[in-house]
Structure formats: C-alpha cells, structure tokens
C-alpha cells in the first residue's frame, strides 16, 4: 500500500508564499515522475508541475517564475514552493506520482490540499 500526504496548505494574501510538501510512503521500488495538480471549484483539475526523476521541470504558463518544484529522492518527497501568490491560484492543490510496486508501475493521487489567497 502506497500514501501520499500533503502539507503546507492554508490561507495567505495575495503576494505572500507558500511551500507544498508531499511525501510517499508504503513499499515502494522506485518513483518516476512527481507533480502537483490543482482544481478550483466548478473547473478540471490542471497540472501545475512536474519533475522527473533526473530532476526535469515543467511547469504550466500560469505559474511559470512564480512557482518552482523539487523532489528530495532519499526522502520520496516532492514540494512546491509558490511565490507572487494570486486569487486565481486558489484551489486544491493535489500531488501526483508513478510508483513502481511489486505489481508494477501504478499512478497515485494525494488527498489534496486547501490553497486560499484571498485578502
């Protein structure tokens, strides 16, 4: 059995920072690709960012040079350090990884957690 567990979520003004932390635990071989995804209320839940294994970066238009993600491989933990915070970047933020099992490679969702950055 694989969990991912979110932290760091809240309640901040709009500019302010905030750092996303997702850790896996269970038995786990290995972890390819780590991201964070987000869904406001009403709307599709939208990749915010993803790093690979080897420590690429993709980040959507909306959050490029406010936003930067890393993964600490010894620790199965990926975070999101978000800066220049906006309304619009209200949502609930979800972690995303691909995990290799016994079974195999299988992707795994967070719980999520709450962003609100409102004044």
């Known amino acids: 059995q694989v969990q991912l567990v979110e932290s760091g979520g809240g309640l901040v003004q709009p500019g302010g920072s905030l750092r996303l932390s997702c850790a896996a635990s269970?038995?786990?071989?290995?972890?390819?690709?780590m991201g964070w995804y987000r869904q406001a209320p009403g709307k599709q839940r939208d990749l915010v960012a993803r790093i690979t294994s080897g420590g690429t970066t993709s980040y959507a238009d909306s959050v490029k040079g406010r936003f930067a993600i890393s993964r600490d491989n010894a620790k199965n933990t990926v975070y999101l350090q978000m800066n220049s915070l906006k309304p619009e970047d209200t949502a609930v933020y979800y972690c995303?990884?691909?995990?290799?099992?016994?079974?195999?490679?299988?992707?795994?969702w967070g719980q999520g957690t709450q962003v609100t950055v409102s004044s």
């Open positions: 995303n990884a691909y995990i290799l099992q016994s079974t195999g490679w299988g992707e795994h």
């Open positions: 269970g038995s786990i071989f290995s972890i390819k690709g």
